[in-house]
């Protein structure tokens, strides 16, 4: 792959999970089954980084926490803070528009059971480090969940033992603020690990650090 792309739809460097959206194609037809694209402006500020497609959401619908109960939480919150033009993301043809934002995945592949391998977090990392490279000096990249905070200090050359993951810890690298969140799913929400007070919390953050 080319050192600076940060997407490639006809990806396939992780056999496991190739294989995997092949078999998704003949059970879901009518589904994406194919590497996710980010979504948003190429230009943005904000940078938002989740896991991996969701099954029945962003795999099926082809765009980031679209469909799933992950991104009802998410679109909400970046309705309410200014980031998007609607509060609930349908599909990829619903009209909503992103706001000086783009929702990127650490893996592009839906994984089995929701959970990608090390070495699939590390192949993908090489277009999450070209993203990453996009952004404007000050820019803010907020990471859901501690495989998204990885990903993200690994493609800004960071060491892990120097960026600890945790809820609403805010990190500076590389000339960019990160901001952590526990991810949007429906096991945290329903458990109240993550509620919604605590993730307007870390938006309203990142708003605060674009404006000052």
Request: net charge positive; glycine share 8%; hydrophobic share 35%.
């Amino acid at each position: 792959m080319s050192q600076n792309k940060i997407f490639d739809i006809d990806c396939r460097q992780c056999p496991r999970l190739a294989g995997f959206l092949d078999e998704l194609v003949q059970q879901y037809p009518d589904y994406h089954n194919r590497p996710v694209e980010p979504f948003g402006s190429k230009q943005a500020q904000l940078l938002v980084v989740g896991l991996a497609p969701g099954m029945h959401g962003a795999n099926a619908t082809g765009r980031p926490f679209t469909g799933d109960h992950a991104g009802i939480l998410l679109y909400e919150t970046l309705y309410k803070y200014g980031f998007a033009t609607k509060a609930e993301s349908r599909s990829r043809s619903d009209g909503l528009k992103l706001k000086n934002c783009r929702i990127t995945n650490a893996v592009k592949c839906l994984p089995p059971q929701n959970k990608p391998i090390g070495s699939e977090v590390s192949k993908c990392n090489a277009f999450l480090a070209s993203e990453l490279k996009t952004l404007k000096k000050g820019s803010v990249i907020v990471a859901l969940g501690g495989v998204a905070h990885n990903a993200v200090v690994r493609a800004l050359g960071g060491k892990l033992s120097d960026y600890k993951f945790g809820h609403e810890h805010e990190h500076e690298i590389e000339s960019l603020k990160l901001i952590d969140s526990y991810h949007c799913s429906r096991y945290n929400t329903q458990t109240k690990r993550l509620t919604e007070k605590m993730f307007h919390n870390v938006f309203r953050k990142a708003k605060r650090l674009l404006t000052r």
